[in-house]
């Protein structure tokens, strides 16, 4: 099982980034699937989850409307569009998997899970 993330780098206030998650492993299409991010000195906190069948999004309050969370099956691949990003945004960003239809936000749902990808927005 192997989740790899990718897209993550500096980026000015306002900018945009798109985060990759590339799955392999395991069937992809039957499990949910989430972004995390930790930044320097805090806790892990959720940011977006999307449900198995592609229908259903959640997002943390702090990044609804300017987080967008996609995939696409026939790729195995989870996507984070970013927009409107405010040094507050800084953090490294995991992605994850859940054998459930969907997740949520809490972490200690999902068992699969990809090694991080730093985002730093300057101001």
């Known amino acids: 099982v192997q989740l790899q993330a990718s897209g993550g780098g500096l980026v000015q206030s306002g900018g945009s980034l798109r985060l990759s998650c590339t799955a392999s492993?395991?069937?992809?299409?039957?499990?949910?699937l989430g972004w995390f991010r930790q930044a320097p000195g805090k806790e892990r906190e959720f940011v977006a989850a999307?449900?198995?069948?592609?229908?259903?999004?959640y997002y943390a309050d702090s990044v609804q409307g300017r987080f967008f969370v996609s995939k696409d099956n026939a790729k195995n691949t989870l996507y984070l569009q970013m927009n409107n990003l405010k040094p507050e945004d800084t953090a490294v960003y995991s992605c994850?998997?859940?054998?459930?239809?969907?997740?949520?936000?809490?972490?200690?749902?999902?068992?699969?899970w990809g090694q991080g990808t730093k985002v730093t927005v300057s101001s």
């Open positions: 999307i449900d198995r069948s592609n229908g259903s999004r």
């Open positions: 492993g395991f069937p992809f299409s039957s499990r949910s």
């Open positions: 994850a998997s859940a054998p459930y239809a969907f997740a949520g936000t809490s972490y200690r749902l999902y068992d699969y």
